[in-house]
Nanobody, 124 residues
Framework: QVQLVESGGGLVQAGGSLRLSCTASGRTVGRFVLGWFRQAPGKEREFVAA????????YYADSAKGRFAISRDDVKNTVYLQMNSLTPEDTAVYYC?????????????????WGQGTQVTVSS
């Protein structure tokens, strides 16, 4: 079983930055691809970014490329999402998740291993 706990959300003005953290616990957590999905009001949950278990590979949604950076610290069992140049369109609840699989530059959600979510609000 893997437990994921997010932190770091908040309110920021457009153009600002936030860093989200996801701390994982449980067996073999270091073997999981870990990443972030988000869900805006009235929209479906969507992939944002993910990182391979050894940190060598990263996956980004087109909306995140060039603005967001994902990293992980396996000593701390923590994944980080540095978000820069935020826009109101980035407003959403951000969820830490171990994706079901990744293909190309995208990862796909599964049913298991979700955090509780952290709210990110970007004001214009």
């Amino acid at each position: 079983q893997v437990q994921l706990v997010e932190s770091g959300g908040g309110l920021v003005q457009a153009g600002g930055s936030l860093r989200l953290s996801c701390t994982a616990s449980g067996r073999t957590v270091g073997r999981f691809v870990l990443g972030w999905f988000r869900q805006a009001p009235g929209k479906e949950r969507e992939f944002v970014a993910a990182i391979s278990w050894n940190g060598d590979g990263a996956y980004y949604a087109d909306s995140a490329k060039g603005r967001f950076a994902i990293s992980r610290d396996d000593v701390k069992n923590t994944v980080y999402l540095q978000m820069n140049s935020l826009t109101p369109e980035d407003t959403a609840v951000y969820y830490c998740h171990a994706p079901h699989h990744c293909s190309g530059s995208k990862c796909y959600a599964g049913d298991d291993y979700w955090g509780q979510g952290t709210q990110v609000t970007v004001s214009s």
